[in-house]
C-alpha cells in the first residue's frame, strides 16, 4: 500500500511502460492433507503390487499332480485267473514280493493249486486276491519306468511286509505308464485273508498306499517326480454346486409347492389321530369303572346267598374275596380279563355286556 502510495504518480508518468500494480491474494484452502494423500497413495500401491504378486504366482506356479491307485476290484479264483492272463500276456516275467523276475505261469499254476484248497477248507471264502493299478502322468521312457516299479515295490512291503504274496506287471503301452497289481489275499504264515475291519480302515489304507507311493517316486527319481495326494476340494465343491443348482431348477419349476401348506396339513392329521385316541382312551376307562363297580355291587347279591356257618365256609367265601381283589382291573389289565371275571361272577352282568 505504501509503495502504491508513494511512487502511484511516477509509475503513471512513465509512458515507456504498462505497470500493474499487485496485489494479496487469499490461500487456496487444502483439499487433502498430506497424511490422507499419503495414505491413498500407499494403498494403491499395496493394490498393485499384490495384483502383480499374484499374477507373477498363477504364471509361474504349476499344479501338482496327483498320485493315482485305481482299485480294481476283489476278484474271484476265475477273476483271478482272467486278470493275471490280461496283465502278463503270453507268459511274461512278473515280479514278484521279492522283487525277483519269476515266470508267471509258475505263479498262476501255485496261485490257482492255493485258491482250490483254500475253497474247499473255507466254503465262506469268496475272493482270493485284490488288484489295483499303480498310474503316474509322465512319458514313457527306461527312466521313468524303472522309478514306477520300484516305487510300486517298495510302497507295497512298506505298507503289507512279505506276509502277502503279489505280482507286478509294468505297461507301457497307453499314453501313462502304469503298473498292474495282484495281491493274493492268503496271508502265507497265519492263512487269514487280508480284511478291513471298517470303511474307516479302509480308507486309511489306501491313504498311506498313496502317501507311500508319493514318497517314494520323489525318492527314486530324485526329485523330478513330484506328486501331490491331497483331497480333491475342488470336484467336491464342484459336486455340491451342481446339486444345488439341481435342487434351484426343481423348486423353479414347481412354484406350486408350498411346504407351508404341507406342514401345517401333516400337523392338523397328526393333531386329530392324537384327539381320536385320548377320546377311545376315555371311553375305555369309565366303560372299565363301570365293571368294576358293577362287579363291587353285585358280588354280595347274589341269589341264595347265605351267610357262612362254619369256619370252612367263611374260609371259602375269604379266598373268593382274595381271588375277586386280585383279579380287580388295574393298569395292567386288559379288557378281556375284566369281560371274562364279570361273565363268570354274575349274570346280571352277562346281559350288561
Known amino acids: 500500500m505504501a509503495l502504491e502510495k508513494s511512487y502511484g504518480k511516477d509509475f503513471e508518468s512513465d509512458e515507456l511502460f504498462d ?6 491474494k487469499k490461500t487456496l484452502k487444502i483439499q487433502y492433507t498430506y497424511a490422507k494423500r499419503y495414505c ?9 503390487l499384490t495384483q502383480l504378486a499374484q499374477e507373477k504366482f498363477m504364471r509361474l506356479r504349476e499344479p501338482q499332480k496327483q498320485v493315482v491307485i ?3 476290484g476283489n476278484m474271484t479264483r476265475l477273476h483271478s485267473k482272467r486278470a493275471m492272463d490280461y496283465i502278463a500276456k503270453h507268459g511274461e516275467l512278473v515280479r514278484d514280493e521279492f522283487f525277483s523276475r ?3 505261469n509258475d505263479i498262476a499254476e501255485q496261485w490257482n493249486e492255493q485258491f482250490e484248497n483254500l475253497l474247499e477248507n473255507k466254503s465262506r471264502v469268496k475272493n482270493c ?4 493299478v499303480f498310474s503316474i502322468d509322465e512319458n514313457c521312457n527306461e527312466k521313468i519306468l524303472k522309478a514306477l516299479e520300484l516305487s510300486v515295490y517298495q510302497t507295497l512291503t512298506n505298507t503289507l511286509g512279505y506276509d502277502y504274496p503279489f505280482i507286478i506287471k509294468l505297461h507301457a503301452h497307453q499314453n501313462n505308464p502304469h503298473a498292474h497289481v495282484i495281491i493274493n489275499k492268503t496271508n502265507k504264515i497265519t492263512n ?5 475291519h471298517s470303511k474307516d480302515s479302509c480308507k486309511e489304507f489306501y491313504h498311506t498306499l498313496r502317501e507311500t507311493f508319493k514318497n517314494y517316486l520323489f525318492a527314486n527319481s530324485k526329485g523330478e517326480l513330484q506328486y501331490s495326494n491331497t483331497p480333491n476340494i475342488h470336484k467336491a465343491i464342484k459336486s455340491i454346486e451342481t446339486e444345488l443348482d439341481t435342487l434351484e431348477t426343481q423348486a423353479r419349476n414347481n412354484k406350486s409347492f408350498r411346504h407351508e401348506n404341507y406342514f401345517y396339513k401333516v400337523l392338523g392329521s397328526a393333531t386329530s389321530q392324537i384327539e381320536s385316541l385320548k377320546k377311545r382312551e376315555n371311553a375305555l376307562s369309565d366303560h372299565l369303572d363301570s365293571l368294576k363297580n358293577l362287579l363291587e355291587k353285585t358280588h354280595w347279591e347274589k341269589e341264595k346267598f347265605t351267610p357262612p356257618t362254619n369256619e370252612k365256609e367263611l374260609n371259602r367265601q375269604l379266598k373268593e374275596v382274595k381271588w375277586f381283589n386280585k383279579e380287580t382291573p388295574t393298569s395292567k ?3 378281556k380279563k375284566i369281560q371274562k371275571l364279570a361273565v363268570y361272577k354274575s349274570p346280571l352282568i352277562k346281559d350288561y355286556l
Open 129 to 132: 486276491t485284490l488288484h489295483l
Open 192 to 196: 487269514k485273508q487280508l480284511r478291513f
Open 333 to 335: 389289565n386288559t379288557y
Open 70 to 72: 485305481k482299485n480294481i
Open 102 to 104: 519269476v515266470n508267471y
Open 40 to 48: 491413498e497413495e500407499a494403498e494403491k500401491f499395496a493394490k498393485n
Open 19 to 24: 505497470y500493474e500494480i499487485i496485489k494479496p
